[in-house]
């Protein structure tokens, strides 16, 4: 890939933070993702909103310092007003980037606040191929969060944004000259409308990740006389598929296995979440752990048995 110009610029929805002496953080993954980006191009730009606030504890980490890579802080601006407000002086920053990069990726996932999507606007304006990488159906979220228990406030704005974010997704993703899917959900969603898609799927573990053989046999011993042990750690958020997860195990328990399951994890699905646990009397195999320091190992009463 690297050539005389490799330049790429990459606008992604996972945003920066600012650390309590002032430096500029980036979540874990996205760092890994920077170190990968700069080795296969030579010069790379990374678009992002810089988020107000107090970085979670073990999850934003400070920005790779790598030479030709360079970070542009966009305005933070999910509230409609705000968004608005900063929605013409953004559109002519992002126009500005495409114009001194060669390749353009743009990580879409929404309507309001999403300068991935706006970024493919400009691009279309400017008559530059980019490509665009996903793994939500912003649309399908809206409708779920819509219909969803959660905050009335929330509701009504994903009931308002859902035809615009549906209509606006796939034209942008009809337009761009390559569509990266990151799993079926969105492949099969948005492939018939781009002309050249492909499903990905993106794995930040590395080689110190993986299971010894000390740690898989202590794992496995004296597997067979208890329960399975079930543990997932994300969002509740509909493209976390909470509710395929408690499906899921209400077939486990119907198989007749035994096992004992956690969700570590907070957001707007968790009431509904723990509805239809009770609803389908799994209340004694599932527990919600809520929100974690990612640092800490998760300790627990559901889980009596210790796991390598």
Same mark, same amino acid.
């Given at each position: 890939?690297?050539?005389?110009?490799?330049?790429?610029?990459?606008?992604?929805?996972?945003?920066?933070?600012?650390?309590?002496?002032?430096?500029?953080?980036?979540?874990?993954?996205?760092?890994?993702?920077? =170190? *990968?980006? !700069?080795?296969?191009?030579?010069?790379?730009? $990374?678009? /992002?909103?810089?988020?107000?606030? #107090?970085?979670? %504890?073990?999850?934003?980490?400070?920005?790779?310092?790598?030479?030709?890579?360079?970070?542009?802080?966009?305005?933070?601006?999910?509230?409609?007003?705000?968004?608005?407000?900063?929605?013409?002086?953004?559109?002519?920053?992002?126009?500005?980037?495409?114009?001194?990069?060669?390749?353009?990726?743009?990580?879409?996932?929404?309507?309001?606040?999403?300068?991935?999507?706006?970024?493919?606007?400009?691009?279309? =304006? *400017?008559? !530059?191929?980019?490509?665009?990488?996903?793994? $939500?159906? /912003?649309?399908?979220?809206?409708? #779920?969060?819509? %219909?969803?228990?959660?905050?009335?406030?929330?509701?009504?704005?994903?009931?308002?944004?859902?035809?615009?974010?549906?209509?606006?997704?796939?034209?942008?993703?009809?337009?761009?000259?390559?569509?990266?899917?990151?799993?079926?959900?969105?492949?099969?969603?948005?492939?018939?409308?781009?002309?050249?898609?492909?499903?990905?799927?993106?794995?930040?573990?590395?080689?110190?990740?993986?299971?010894?053989?000390?740690? *898989?046999?202590?794992?496995?011993?004296?597997?067979?006389?208890?329960?399975?042990?079930?543990?997932?750690?994300?969002?509740?958020?509909?493209?976390?598929?909470?509710?395929?997860?408690?499906?899921?195990?209400?077939?486990?328990?119907?198989?007749?296995?035994?096992?004992?399951?956690?969700?570590?994890?907070?957001?707007?699905?968790?009431?509904?979440?723990?509805?239809?646990?009770?609803?389908?009397?799994?209340?004694?195999?599932?527990?919600?752990?809520?929100?974690?320091?990612?640092?800490?190992?998760?300790?627990?009463?559901?889980?009596?048995?210790?796991?390598?």
């Amino acid at each position: 890939m690297k050539g005389e110009d490799d330049s790429i610029l990459l606008v992604l929805p996972v945003p920066f933070m600012r650390s309590q002496d002032g430096r500029l953080l980036f979540e874990k993954q996205a760092c890994n993702g920077v =170190r *990968l980006w !700069r080795e296969n191009f030579g010069r790379v730009t $990374i678009a /992002a909103p810089l988020k107000p606030g #107090i970085p979670p %504890l073990g999850e934003w980490i400070a920005a790779p310092e790598i030479s030709n890579v360079e970070y542009v802080l966009l305005p933070y601006t999910y509230h409609p007003v705000l968004f608005f407000r900063k929605l013409t002086e953004t559109r002519r920053q992002l126009a500005g980037l495409i114009a001194n990069s060669k390749y353009l990726q743009f990580a879409i996932g929404g309507l309001i606040g999403d300068w991935a999507t706006f970024a493919c606007l400009e691009a279309i =304006r *400017l008559k !530059r191929p980019y490509c665009v990488w996903t793994d $939500i159906v /912003a649309s399908e979220t809206d409708r #779920i969060r819509a %219909l969803s228990r959660g905050p009335v406030k929330h509701r009504i704005h994903a009931a308002v944004t859902y035809l615009p974010t549906r209509y606006l997704e796939r034209y942008v993703i009809g337009k761009a000259a390559l569509g990266l899917f990151h799993g079926n959900d969105t492949f099969s969603t948005y492939a018939k409308f781009n002309r050249m898609p492909k499903l990905v799927h993106n794995i930040h573990l590395g080689p110190e990740m993986v299971l010894s053989e000390q740690s *898989l046999a202590a794992k496995n011993k004296g597997r067979a006389e208890r329960p399975l042990q079930i543990c997932y750690t994300g969002r509740v958020e509909p493209q976390k598929g909470p509710g395929d997860w408690v499906e899921v195990l209400q077939e486990v328990k119907r198989s007749g296995a035994k096992f004992k399951a956690v969700w570590v994890g907070d957001g707007s699905l968790l009431d509904r979440m723990r509805t239809r646990v009770r609803d389908l009397g799994l209340q004694a195999e599932v527990e919600f752990m809520g929100n974690v320091d990612h640092s800490s190992p998760v300790n627990n009463s559901i889980f009596t048995h210790e796991v390598a």
